[in-house]
C-alpha cells in the first residue's frame, strides 16, 4: 500500500511550545510509517504522561493514552494480544527512566517485539520543568532553584545491561537520522530502544537547543559496528555489548555520539518462547460465536461458588 504524509495527519493541532523537539519527532515517526510500508490500521502508539505523551493525538494511528510510567507493559500487552501489530512507545524521559523504571529494565527480560522512542530532555516538561532522571550533575534548569546535585541515569548502559535487543541515541532536531533509525528498529525483530535527545525551549533550552545538539553531539565513527553478525555466537555479543558500553562510559556531556549502539537480531523473542509453550495469542482465541454470545463455559467455576 502507499500511504503519505498527509494520510498520517490527524484531524487535531499539536499544542507543543514553538521550536519543541517533539514537533521533529512527530515528523520522524511519520516518515518511518511511510518508509517501512507500514499500513496505519495496524500501527499503535502508545504512550504515558508528558509533553511527548500527547503525540499518538497527531498522528493517525491507533493510539493509547496510558497512566504515568506504565506506557511500556500496556505496550508489550497489546503486542503479545496481536503479533501481527507494529507496536511503538512515546514516552519522555521522567515517564520511562523515573517512575517507569521497574518497567523498562524489566522489559529486557522479556525481549517483546516493541519500539521505545524517548524523548529525552532532562526536565518534567508538563510539569513546569523539575529535573528528570537524565539531567547531568551540575546543570541548571529554569524550574530548579540550584544545579542538580544528583548523578545522570545512562539509559542506553542500563538498556544493554537489561537485554534489550536494539539501542540507538538521536536528536530531535535531526529528521533525517531519526527517521532511519527508527526504519531500522520496526524492522528489527525485537524490543528496541531510541533514546531521542529532545529539545525543551521552555524548561530547558541552554542544553537541548539545536545549536547545543549539533555543537556537542555527532555521529558514530565510521568504523564502529555495533550489529552483531553471528546471532547464535554469544561470545560476539558479549563482545558487541561491552564495546558499546565502553563507549558509552567514556562519553563527556558535552560530547555524545548518535545512532546505532547495540542490535541483537534474532535474539529470542517472548512471542518466540509462547509459540514454543503452545500459548496462542489471545486474539486467536474464540470468545464469542457468530451471533456474538460466549464460547466460554463457567458452569464449573459457579457450581464452586455456589457450594
Known sequence: MTISLSD???HEQNDWCPQCGDTGILLAVKNAIIQANLDPKKVVDVSGIGCSSKLPNFVNVNGIHTLHGRAI???EGVKIANPELTVFVNAGDGDTYGIGVGH?????RRNVDIKLLIHDNGVYGLTKG???PTLQENMKVKG??????NGALDPLSLAIIAGYTFVARTQSYNVKEQT????KAIQHKGLALIDILQGCPTYNPEYTSSAWFSTHTHPLPNTYDGKVSDPSNLEEVNAKKLQALNLLMSEKMED?????????ENADTFEDRMK???????IDEEISDSEGRSTVDLSEIFKSLST
Not at 530548579?144 to 546535585?149: A, L
Not at 532511519?180 to 526504519?183: G, S
Open 8 to 10: 498520517l495527519n490527524s
Open 73 to 75: 507493559p500496556f505496550a
Open 104 to 108: 523498562f529494565i524489566s522489559a529486557g
Open 130 to 132: 523539575q529535573i528528570s
Open 144 to 149: 530548579w532553584p540550584e544545579p542538580n546535585i
Open 180 to 183: 532511519e533509525l527508527i526504519v
Open 256 to 264: 555524545k555520539h548518535t545512532g546505532l549502539f547495540f542490535q541483537w
Open 276 to 282: 514454543r509453550s503452545k500459548m496462542p495469542p489471545p
